[in-house]
């Protein structure tokens, strides 16, 4: 556990969930790169420059065994020093990955229950995998046998009430089509809090139209495609074939930025000006995290190009070099409903 961290959006990082290799036993870093975002990513870079593992393939997760830390979870439960604060878990890692197991994630949401006072941020690109995990609390009304006996702890007896307000969960957003195909999981996720991390952005994305996938080919859907078409940042379904998106429930928070360290790709700042605008439009917070190493634009471009945005932090992240229509970061409500 980092009681301090880097991140500008959070306060502390933990990792409970570790990996051992089998042949050495020693104790590294580990995951399985999902999509476009993860193309460089910061924590397959830190494990191989430190020798704690990687690459992030399919082919090394086969080597190496996961675990839950349950020092680590210890840490968590009892460290004074993250009382009132956030924390990020799973920053070196995906925590719904397949190879992590729903025992092993029962036991990190029994630690999240016990330590109220502090807001734990989970963040995946896994999203249907989440989605799923929490729906098996529904079907079965219980949260697993090891989170159970873990509520036994808690001051008010062991009483569950999910979703919890101390949890928040969000998705990685880095262009349109992984919007499309995260989003509608995250809004069908019961949480206090929903958060999207659009970092890497890549692309434009626009939150207020989001796509939800049609049910497989039947009797009432005759064809594939999309049943309607939900504002994330209000819930409320825009367009609809009968079989859209049920409930009011939205996003309370975006995360932005852009990609900083070797082999960095373009971050057009228009892309983040939008973003804000659709949030302040909808009364969602927004918090720009930093603008990257290859920050872009298109004004005052006559032939459709673009130009380097002139900046000096090499992670972009001094906001008064940015665009003053981005300078923006706001955390969100403490809950904004299932």
Not at 10 to 15: E, G, L, R, V, Y
Not at 46 to 68: N, S
Not at 255 to 275: L, Y
């Amino acid at each position: 556990m980092n009681a301090t961290t880097g991140i500008e959006w959070t306060d502390a990082t933990s990792n409970p969930v570790k990996y051992r290799d089998k042949e050495t036993g020693r104790v590294v870093w580990a995951c399985v790169k999902h999509s476009s975002g993860c193309l460089n990513c910061y924590a397959e870079t830190l494990a191989l420059r430190y020798g704690r593992g990687g690459p992030f393939t399919k082919a090394e997760m086969a080597k190496v065994e996961p675990f839950v830390d349950e020092k680590e979870l210890r840490q968590l439960e009892r460290s004074p020093k993250l009382a009132g604060k956030r924390c990020f878990v799973g920053d070196m890692t995906d925590v719904f990955g397949a190879w992590v197991t729903d025992a092993m994630l029962d036991r990190l949401f029994a630690t999240f229950a016990v330590r109220q006072d502090v807001t734990f941020q989970v963040l995946t690109k896994r999203a249907d995998r989440m989605r799923d995990y929490f729906a098996g609390f529904r079907t079965s009304g219980l949260m697993g046998d090891s989170l159970q006996t873990r509520f036994r702890d808690l001051p008010d007896g062991g009483t569950l009430v999910w979703p919890l307000n101390n949890v928040w969960l969000g998705v990685s957003v880095e262009n349109q089509k992984a919007a499309n195909e995260r989003i509608p999981a995250l809004l069908r996720t019961p949480a206090k809090v929903r958060f999207l991390s659009c970092e890497p952005l890549l692309g434009p994305v626009d939150l207020r139209r989001i796509c939800l996938p049609a049910p497989e080919p039947g009797p009432l859907v005759p064809v594939t495609g999309h049943t309607a078409t939900v504002d994330a940042l209000t819930g409320d379904t825009v367009t609809s074939m009968g079989l859209g998106f049920a409930g009011s429930r939205k996003v309370g928070w975006v995360i932005v930025g852009g990609e900083s360290g070797p082999g960095s790709r373009p971050f057009q700042v228009e892309w983040a000006k939008n973003i804000v605008g659709q949030c302040k439009a909808t009364g969602v917070a927004c918090f720009v995290k930093q603008i990257g190493s290859q920050p872009v634009t298109d004004l005052g471009v006559k032939d459709g190009s673009v130009a380097h945005w002139p900046h000096k932090d090499r992670k972009g992240a001094t906001m008064e070099e940015w665009p003053e229509a981005i300078r923006v970061r706001e955390f969100p409500a403490p809950a904004c409903g299932e």
